[in-house]
């Protein structure tokens, strides 16, 4: 019986399930001295997602050529698949994220990777500021309300990125904005940039730290990671709440993270700081609920972004570790940014002062 013939849409779990497309994909790994394993927290995901995750070391060309090998009537693996392209297949997995198990026994089908559906119109008439709009979930925040007519002030540190962004969305009404987000005059060139109408605000923008446990920690990362994460917040609600009341209407979405909702998922400082931020979002809701000013926040739990944890610490290392054993598969940014676009818009009109957790069931475990 001829095999179904793959694409880059199919998940990289039927890609190894495949037996034309298996042999291929554990050959790759083996040149990178890697096991299938090192896969299996992004098993669910397309294939073409490597793009992402491995930040573009593992190429569309790359992506193009195993689908072009694994449909053709050998199947035949030869040194064009070479080091560069297995060392970025296995670094896009994230290994220190896999918790070893036994290859698993296929009994179900798998559930079909999620696709964004855009809204036409969600967003017409409407300016919302997104930090961190460069990569990651503020990108693909950015992306969809802009695709979904709204006029974005899109902010990042990095120029480059911003202009990518831009040029990735030719036609759509931008202000694509380099500003830093714990600076007062930054914060406020940012509002300047947005105008007298401000109808939402979704802070994206953050940083992770080192892992390490209290008394391991320095002031120098515990400052860092307070003024990105919870000053940095704190200054763009502050700076955009008087336009808002002038409205009698907005929408802020601030972002926390399983960190907020546990002990467990990072250190003491990012801990602490999305704690904070869950503070600054609930007094806030009950301040702001009867002038019409809606303030939510989402709780991301593993995702596909460019910011990478670090281990400052090895008894933080062990136990953050010990913990992720029962982290769900990450998810793409898109299908962060459906959850904060629905608390954004007009739909989420009943929702305020929620701690969402987007986290694929994380918390409940």
Do not use: C
Not at 134 to 146: D, E, F, L, W
Not at 183 to 206: K, M, S, T
Not at 283 to 288: E, G, T
Not at 357 to 363: F, I, L, Q
Request: hydrophobic share 45%.
């Amino acid at each position: 019986m001829t095999p179904k013939p793959l694409s880059a849409d199919d998940s990289i779990k039927t890609w190894l399930d495949h037996p034309t497309g298996g042999p291929i994909i554990r050959e790759l790994l083996a040149q990178a001295g890697q096991s299938p394993e090192v896969l299996r927290p992004v098993s669910r995901l397309a294939l073409k997602r490597l793009i992402t995750l491995s930040k573009g070391q593992f190429s569309q060309g790359m992506v193009d050529d195993l689908v072009r090998r694994a449909n053709a009537a050998d199947g035949a693996v030869d040194a064009a698949l070479d080091s560069a392209a297995a060392s970025a297949a296995a670094e896009a997995a994230s290994p220190e994220a896999a918790a070893p198990s036994e290859p698993a026994v296929p009994s179900a089908p798998e559930p079909a990777e999620w696709a964004e559906r855009i809204t036409p119109g969600r967003f017409d008439g409407k300016t919302v500021i997104v930090t961190g709009a460069g990569s990651g979930i503020g990108r693909a925040t950015a992306s969809r309300i802009a695709r979904e007519g709204g006029r974005v002030v899109a902010v990042d540190v990095s120029r480059e990125r911003l202009d990518q962004f831009v040029a990735d969305h030719p036609g759509a009404d931008i202000v694509a904005l380099t500003a830093d987000i714990t600076d007062d005059a930054g914060v406020a060139e940012i509002v300047r940039a947005a105008g007298d109408r401000i109808d939402g605000l979704a802070n994206i923008a953050g940083i992770m730290d080192d892992m390490t446990p209290v008394h391991e920690l320095t002031d120098a990362v515990w400052r860092r990671v307070f003024a990105v994460n919870v000053d940095g917040t704190m200054k763009l609600m502050r700076a955009v709440v008087p336009a808002m009341l002038a409205a009698a209407a907005g929408s802020i979405v601030n972002t926390a993270s399983e960190a907020a909702l546990r002990g467990s998922a990072a250190g003491v400082a990012y801990t602490a700081s999305k704690h904070a931020v869950v503070g600054l979002t609930k007094s806030s809701a009950f301040m702001y609920g009867p002038s019409g000013i809606r303030v939510n926040a989402v709780a991301p739990g593993p995702t596909i972004t460019n910011i990478e944890a670090s281990f400052g610490s090895s008894l933080g290392a062990d136990r953050v570790q010990t913990a992720m054993a029962v982290m769900p598969d990450p998810a793409g940014a898109d299908a962060l940014a459906a959850s904060i676009t629905f608390l954004l818009s007009d739909d989420g009109v009943n929702i305020n002062g929620v701690v969402l957790a987007s986290d694929g069931g994380w918390s409940a475990a």
